[in-house]
């Protein structure tokens, strides 16, 4: 079976500061993962994904995510914080030739000016 | 490219009663997923189609059903609604076969039900 992971449900940065979300992975066989991110009232926004290749990541608004195998982690990373970063993020995995997505519980991201 | 469009976006319905609720993916995705975000039990996976065909499923009971029409558009439908049914339901679409495990979904703003 596949799971994920999100350790903090709420993780606090001064804009300005780097921040990192955490998500760590369970799977049986090779691991697509996701990051998506949701604003109030609205759908999932996808951020980025590792399918292979380079363990580092580049993404949309600036967001990175570093793929560590022998640590079974994805974690997501922005050098410098926005407020309007303020959201919540969903990390997910499916697992080579699986079809649905597994999401973690989310982690709200607060971002104070 | 328009988005995923969900329709209706509110909905309040009574215990008992039945809803339909409307999926239109990105023009060109032929795969359509739904899922159920719930405070308790967060996002969780309903079904997936591709080309009519229902290709999973996940835990839910059958009073949660779906199908999807030649144009790729989807619904799902909740039979005898409970008050834990009460949920924001997302519709997602990705290209090709969703059994291409590395293709992204995108997803619509969802339908927010009330079950009273």
């Known amino acids: 079976a596949q799971s994920v992971a999100q350790p903090e449900d709420q993780v606090n940065v001064a804009e300005g500061n780097p921040l990192t979300v955490k998500c760590t992975y369970s799977?049986?066989?090779?691991?697509?993962l996701f990051w998506y991110v949701q604003y109030p009232n609205r759908g999932l926004q996808f951020l980025l994904k590792?399918?292979?290749?380079?363990?580092l990541v580049k993404g949309s608004y600036g967001f990175e995510a570093e793929f560590n195998k022998s640590q079974t982690s994805f974690h997501l990373k922005k050098p410098s914080a926005l407020v309007s970063d303020s959201a919540l993020y969903f990390c997910?995995?499916?697992?080579?030739?699986?079809?649905?997505?597994?999401f973690g519980s989310g982690t709200r991201l607060q971002v104070q000016p | 490219k328009a988005g995923v469009t969900q329709t209706p976006r509110y909905l309040i319905k009574t215990r008992g009663q039945q809803v339909t609720l409307s999926c239109s993916p990105i023009?060109?995705?032929?795969?359509v997923s739904w899922y159920q975000q719930t405070p308790g039990q967060g996002l969780q996976f309903l079904f997936e189609?591709?080309?009519?065909?229902?290709?999973n499923k996940g835990n839910f009971p059958g009073r949660f059903s779906g199908r999807q029409f030649s144009n790729s558009r989807s619904e799902m439908n909740v039979s005898t609604l409970e008050l834990g049914d009460s949920a924001l339901y997302l519709c997602?679409?990705?290209?090709?076969?969703?059994?291409?495990?590395?293709?992204?979904?995108?997803f619509g703003p969802g339908t927010r039900l009330t079950v009273l």
């Open positions: 997602a679409s990705s290209p090709g076969d969703g059994g291409s495990s590395y293709n992204e979904q995108f």
């Open positions: 799977v049986s066989g090779n691991p697509y």
């Open positions: 590792y399918i292979t290749g380079d363990n």
């Open positions: 997910a995995v499916r697992e080579k030739g699986r079809r649905a997505l597994t």
């Open positions: 023009s060109g995705h032929r795969s």
């Open positions: 189609y591709f080309s009519e065909t229902q290709r």
